[in-house]
């Protein structure tokens, strides 16, 4: 972190990441009159897109999707019995007072992407189909979000500035942050400002940090799925200003193909529950009656070699043939046999493991799930973990300031989107893998519910524009006159 003299600033509000977060938070502030600019290491949606942001789902838990429109969308519980549910579900360590404020903000502020921004829903709906992801999707999905954010944030006269990094940021004599600085083709420059708000993502691309938080079986076991340049520059620049991180082991991995970053809990949703998961050894490791796909991928990054297989048969792949039909890839990913044994060797396993472990299996069965007797039997091979994206980060108060490790708020420094701590589940354990009940996806109603990044993004990033932007315009004595 470098000291710099204080000087005029060149912008009120300065903004790292030109994410859902950053963007959100300039937009915002530029409405309340501050002269904004933004930063991306990144060129526009260069690398990016929907990996980077996501796909335009926005979670609305505390809201049920009525049909007909967001005008339609009605609270589904009250705040107080949600926050309730939190506590008696939460890890003890949820914020409560940002989880209140998430609920009572969350809805409102869709309607304003729609109605003040003009941003296009598609529809309201459930993400994949399920009750309990209750949703409202935007046109064009993620790069659809982002193409149109940018406009806005040009037609509001925001300075956006690609491929320019931001290295540190600069303070004062008393620690506030008074601006930072950056380097571009160009060079390296200052750019001073009366805010600074950190909305940099995860720091799921940097090993080392997921090493130190995480641990090596995710770190090493699995593929990035979302944007390998997200690398904690945020949190480190925090961290050097005095900030508290918290949460930093809770990540989001879902099941992936490497081919598509979609693994068979995706595009397979109505298939999957209707296999079993076996290793490369034919050990089955976890109860895919319970196991969403977050704690399966889990699992998965602690089997040998880190893969899986799904075995299907052909009952299960009925259960949705189109899907199936359409499914890309097939021809690498899936193998079909007559028999369990001959199945196994298509993906050298060992074939009297496998029949065995299916026999144990179809001997066990219970309840709703079905035997693996129908054939032809598929093998969805290699199944591995996706690392989509870190959730522990910096922490903030209700204002999105920063605080430091005294529990004080950092002058001058606010943050917002992935790399803010939004970890709020509840850890368990299946198979001796612990996995976070709803470490991405908020339990926020009776049904269940989504708590996604873009309406975190979304909420917070809009707090911290406002916030900066008013303490930026009444600091007198930095401001360009
Ligand atoms: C595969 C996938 C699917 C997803 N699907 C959904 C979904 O359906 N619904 C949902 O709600 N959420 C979804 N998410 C999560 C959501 O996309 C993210 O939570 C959200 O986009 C985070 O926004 P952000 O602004 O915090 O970060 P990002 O969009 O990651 O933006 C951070 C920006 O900061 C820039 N940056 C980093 N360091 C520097 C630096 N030193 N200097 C300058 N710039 C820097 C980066 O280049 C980047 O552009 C998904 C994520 C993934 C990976």
Known sequence: MARARKSEPKADVAIVGAGMGGLIAAIEAAGKGA?????????????????????GWFGNETCRAGGGGLDHVEPEMPVEELLAMHLKQGWGRVDLELLRLFHERVLGDIRWLRDDLGLPFTSTGSLFGSILLQTVHVKGRGPGLMRFLYQAAEKRGIEIRFETKVLELLTGDLGEVIG????????????????????????????????????PQITYGAVISGCPTNTGDGHQMALEAGAQLTNMSVCHINTTNRLLSEGPTRRLRNIWPGGIYVNKEGQRFIDEG?????????????QPGSVAALIFDERARLMDPEAYAAYPYKDKLIRSAATIEELAETIEMPPAQLRRIVNEFNASVEGKAHRLETPPYYAYYPVVPGLNHTLGGVKINTAAQVIDRENRPIAGLYAAG?????????????????????????????????????????????????????????????RKS
Request: aromatic share 8%.
């Open 290 to 302: 319970t196991a969403d796909s977050d704690t399966l991928s889990n699992a998965i990054a602690y």
């Open 180 to 215: 930072l600085r950056a380097r571009d083709a160009g060079g390296t420059r200052d750019i001073h400002a009366g805010a600074v708000v950190l909305a940099a993502g995860g720091f799921e691309g940097n090993n080392e940090m997921m090493l130190r938080y995480v641990g």
């Open 418 to 478: 992935s790399m803010v701590n939004w970890s709020f589940g509840k850890p368990f354990t299946v198979a001796g893998v612990t996995s976070y009940m709803g470490n991405y996806h908020i339990r926020s109603s009776k049904k269940g519910g989504a708590l996604g990044g873009l309406s975190t993004a979304l909420v917070f990033g809009r707090i911290a524009g406002e916030r900066a932007a008013q303490a930026a315009i009444k600091k007198p004595k930095l």
């Open 35 to 55: 002269r904004v600019t933004v930063l991306d290491k990144l060129g526009p949606m260069i690398g990016k897109g929907i990996k980077a942001h996501g796909f």
